[in-house]
């Protein structure tokens, strides 16, 4: 069964301290993805990996890094978190046009 | 710049009734289409997709979408809804490979 396990599920942070949601898949997919959504709002992307340490800008990419040290698994790390980056986080893989998607990290920044 | 459009932040129906969930995109090259679905708490789920042929697609759980060029719409469909189909319903192009923009999204509620 193809899956794509984010964690943890729910996180609370204060401002200014470090961050780090993981994301695992089990497809071998190359690329693979992290979005965040907002109420009102679609997905947004903030970086897309390609495979292992080739990582590209998404379109709200600021704030963010990444890591891909092997392709079944992706970090999203914040650095010195920031209330308005409270929002639930999205993992995904895909395998050409079609994304596999993760249940989602709901991060709230106080 | 390409941009989705989802005009219908909410739709409300009965069961048993159809819906038309709303999508417009605008962009001016070969496009990849699709919807997803997000229930409640989860992540999305892809539903269907389109790039060429025959305009009406069908999906999972008796959806179809249906790819105007003139319109710029790839529109969202189903006959007969039932409750378990409550939930957010999102439009994607997918102008570069392996890059999807979502639209904000069209919460579709369903009522016994």
């Known amino acids: 069964d193809m899956k794509v396990t984010q964690m943890p599920r729910y996180l609370i942070k204060r401002m200014g301290e470090n961050v780090l949601l993981e994301c695992g898949q089990d497809?071998?997919?190359?690329?693979m993805y992290w979005y965040r959504q907002d109420p009102g709002l679609g997905l947004q992307l903030i970086y897309i990996?390609?495979?292992?340490?080739?990582?590209s800008e998404g379109d709200i990419p600021k704030g963010y890094r990444v890591s891909r040290k092997k392709r079944e698994h992706f970090s999203l790390i914040l650095d010195s978190a920031k209330t308005n980056q409270t929002s639930v986080y999205f993992c995904?893989?895909?395998?050409?046009?079609?994304?596999?998607f993760g249940p989602g990290t709901r991060l709230l920044v106080l | 710049t390409q941009t989705v459009s989802q005009s219908d932040a909410h739709v409300t129906v009965f069961e048993g009734d159809s819906v038309e969930l709303r999508c417009n995109y605008s962009?001016?090259?070969?496009?990849?289409l699709s919807w997803y679905i997000q229930h409640h708490g989860r992540g999305l789920q892809f539903l269907l997709k389109?790039?060429?042929?025959?305009?009406v697609v069908q999906g999972v759980n008796g959806f179809e979408a249906e790819f105007s060029k003139s319109d710029s719409s790839f529109h969202l469909r189903k006959a007969s809804v039932h409750w378990s189909d409550s939930a957010v319903y999102f439009c994607?192009?997918?102008?570069?490979?392996?890059?999807?923009?979502f639209g904000s999204g069209t919460k579709l509620t369903v009522e016994p």
């Open positions: 995904a893989s895909s395998s050409g046009d079609t994304q596999y």
């Open positions: 497809m071998s997919h190359e690329t």
């Open positions: 990996s390609y495979d292992v340490d080739s990582n």
């Open positions: 962009y001016g090259g070969s496009i990849y």
């Open positions: 389109y790039y060429s042929g025959n305009p």
């Open positions: 994607a192009v997918m102008p570069n490979y392996n890059v999807l923009y």
